[in-house]
């Protein structure tokens, strides 16, 4: 008998591919569509609703008329955009950051992450997450063969009934010493924070830095909304010398300059950490987009002159105030941000009709996406149910929260509150 003719599935998929449940953006796209109240206001998915400033998209039009820009970059970066990065971020890190050994340029942060574990993760190492966490932090660390361990952020003891910080988000630092093990190869960290906002205090990333410098963890820190912040913010690697010597820092060009199809991302980190993660990255996808990343480049040489910066986190902040007035009105409790483009609001005094259909794959799902379903279908604005950020075990956390994303004209920001509105009839007293 042949091999094939033996094998009982030849289309069986791998493992790490197989058996995942129907995730949150299908199930929010799906009732978006069936919605009678239409077009829905999408206030789900953290994407722009509108363009990279001028010079960024003028830079991106002038570079497909050069040669070199529509032929392979080396698999580093462009050397024009490790330098521009090197020259922006230096000032910010204290010293003087070397663009060829320092620095890799890859295709989104999301795949510079994946290098990262797949530069550093041998079969069953693990990596320590916060939940709430981005969602494809955890396929990228089983894609290599590592194991998730989670720790959860505690949330405000009175979220559920008046507004507060995001800073009262909180770790356990005991708890997170406790999960660290012989096995723990990494630990992940986000600041600012995606969904909750929470930028990071000096006390409490010093407090992660040494317990990673006692037991020898790498720090793989997300700042990929490292220019939206409101409050002061620390970057984790300048610490100390001890804790720069385990931190990859991972931004984004396309959180950076509204361009989030671009798919530009990079790391920074000592030569020791960095050379393995591009060795990954060249065998991921070898090199990353050359039109996209000279105008990157030419947008950090660029971004002092117009301001864009100080313009851009003013921005943000004013349709952040704008937006959460409407929660302020209806008296729901929201999660004020310290930075980032998401809010968490608790819906808890939300009463939904109790002879509400659901469909299935929704009604097994906890409260928040039931709370999602019926804003989409009732409403016609889309949020996204945060208990897909936890694990089961602590789902009950968020269970009365939804994310929305206020990085939108102010047009739709205005509609998404008018419609908002109809949810008066449906809140408890």
Same mark, same amino acid.
């Given at each position: 008998?042949?091999? #094939?003719?033996?094998?009982?599935?030849?289309?069986?998929?791998?493992?790490?591919?197989?058996?995942?449940?129907?995730?949150?953006?299908?199930?929010?796209?799906?009732?978006?569509?069936?919605?009678?109240?239409?077009?829905?206001?999408?206030?789900?998915?953290?994407?722009?609703?509108?363009?990279?400033?001028?010079?960024?998209?003028?830079?991106?039009?002038?570079?497909?008329?050069?040669?070199?820009?529509?032929?392979?970059?080396?698999?580093?970066?462009?050397?024009?955009?490790?330098?521009?990065?090197?020259?922006?971020?230096?000032?910010?890190?204290?010293?003087?950051?070397?663009?060829?050994?320092?620095?890799?340029?890859?295709?989104?942060?999301?795949?510079?992450?994946?290098?990262?574990?797949?530069?550093?993760?041998?079969?069953?190492?693990?990596?320590?997450?916060?939940?709430?966490?981005?969602?494809?932090?955890?396929?990228?660390?089983?894609?290599?063969?590592?194991?998730?361990?989670?720790?959860?952020?505690?949330?405000?003891?009175?979220?559920?009934? &008046?507004? #507060?910080?995001?800073? &009262?988000?909180?770790?356990?630092?005991?708890?997170?010493?406790?999960?660290?093990?012989?096995?723990?190869?990494?630990?992940?960290?986000?600041?600012?924070?995606?969904?909750?906002?929470?930028?990071?205090?000096?006390? &409490?990333?010093?407090?992660?830095?040494?317990?990673?410098?006692?037991?020898?963890?790498?720090?793989?820190?997300?700042?990929?909304?490292?220019?939206?912040?409101?409050?002061?913010?620390?970057?984790?690697?300048?610490?100390?010398?001890?804790?720069?010597?385990?931190?990859?820092?991972?931004?984004?060009?396309?959180?950076?300059?509204?361009?989030?199809?671009?798919?530009?991302?990079?790391?920074?980190?000592?030569?020791?950490?960095?050379?393995?993660? #591009?060795?990954?990255?060249?065998?991921?996808?070898?090199? #990353?987009?050359?039109?996209?990343?000279?105008?990157?480049?030419?947008?950090?040489?660029?971004?002092?002159?117009?301001?864009?910066?100080?313009?851009?986190?003013?921005?943000?902040?004013?349709?952040?105030?704008?937006?959460?007035?409407?929660?302020?009105?209806?008296?729901?409790?929201?999660?004020?941000?310290?930075?980032?483009?998401?809010?968490?609001?608790?819906?808890?005094?939300?009463?939904?009709?109790?002879?509400?259909?659901?469909?299935?794959?929704?009604?097994?799902?906890?409260?928040?996406?039931?709370?999602?379903?019926?804003?989409?279908?009732?409403?016609?604005?889309?949020?996204?149910?945060?208990?897909?950020?936890?694990?089961? &075990?602590?789902?009950?956390?968020?269970?009365?929260?939804?994310?929305?994303?206020?990085?939108?004209?102010?047009?739709?920001?205005?509609?998404?509150?008018?419609?908002?509105?109809?949810?008066?009839?449906?809140?408890?007293?």
């Amino acid at each position: 008998m042949s091999a #094939s003719a033996a094998r009982a599935d030849p289309f069986k998929p791998a493992k790490r591919v197989a058996g995942q449940r129907q995730d949150v953006w299908s199930i929010v796209n799906e009732a978006a569509a069936a919605s009678p109240v239409q077009p829905i206001v999408n206030m789900g998915q953290g994407f722009f609703g509108y363009n990279p400033p001028q010079f960024v998209l003028d830079a991106a039009k002038q570079a497909l008329d050069k040669v070199d820009c529509n032929q392979y970059s080396p698999t580093k970066g462009r050397p024009r955009l490790k330098k521009a990065i090197a020259d922006a971020y230096s000032p910010f890190f204290g010293r003087t950051i070397d663009p060829e050994k320092e620095v890799t340029i890859t295709t989104g942060a999301n795949e510079g992450m994946l290098s990262a574990f797949m530069g550093f993760l041998e079969q069953d190492d693990e990596v320590i997450v916060f939940e709430p966490f981005f969602d494809q932090y955890i396929s990228n660390i089983e894609m290599p063969g590592g194991k998730v361990v989670y720790v959860p952020m505690h949330p405000p003891p009175n979220g559920a009934t &008046e507004t #507060s910080s995001a800073a &009262e988000w909180k770790i356990d630092m005991d708890q997170l010493e406790k999960a660290i093990t012989p096995k723990t190869r990494m630990v992940v960290l986000n600041s600012p924070h995606n969904p909750i906002g929470k930028v990071f205090s000096r006390e &409490e990333l010093q407090a992660v830095g040494d317990l990673c410098v006692k037991h020898g963890v790498i720090i793989l820190s997300d700042e990929v909304y490292d220019r939206l912040y409101y409050v002061p913010f620390t970057r984790v690697a300048t610490l100390s010398p001890e804790i720069a010597a385990l931190t990859l820092t991972v931004g984004s060009g396309g959180k950076n300059f509204y361009a989030t199809g671009w798919r530009v991302g990079w790391l920074i980190g000592p030569e020791h950490l960095i050379k393995y993660v #591009s060795a990954a990255h060249t065998r991921i996808c070898y090199s #990353s987009v050359s039109p996209l990343q000279e105008a990157t480049a030419i947008g950090f040489e660029e971004a002092d002159k117009h301001n864009f910066w100080d313009e851009s986190k003013k921005e943000m902040r004013g349709k952040m105030t704008k937006f959460n007035a409407i929660w302020d009105e209806l008296g729901l409790p929201y999660s004020d941000p310290e930075g980032g483009y998401f809010v968490l609001v608790n819906m808890s005094k939300v009463q939904l009709p109790d002879d509400y259909e659901f469909p299935p794959h929704v009604a097994e799902r906890p409260r928040d996406f039931k709370l999602a379903w019926f804003l989409i279908k009732e409403v016609g604005v889309a949020a996204i149910p945060p208990t897909e950020f936890f694990t089961p &075990e602590n789902a009950h956390i968020v269970e009365d929260w939804l994310r929305f994303a206020v990085c939108k004209n102010d047009d739709v920001l205005e509609t998404a509150q008018d419609r908002l509105r109809g949810l008066k009839k449906y809140i408890k007293k």
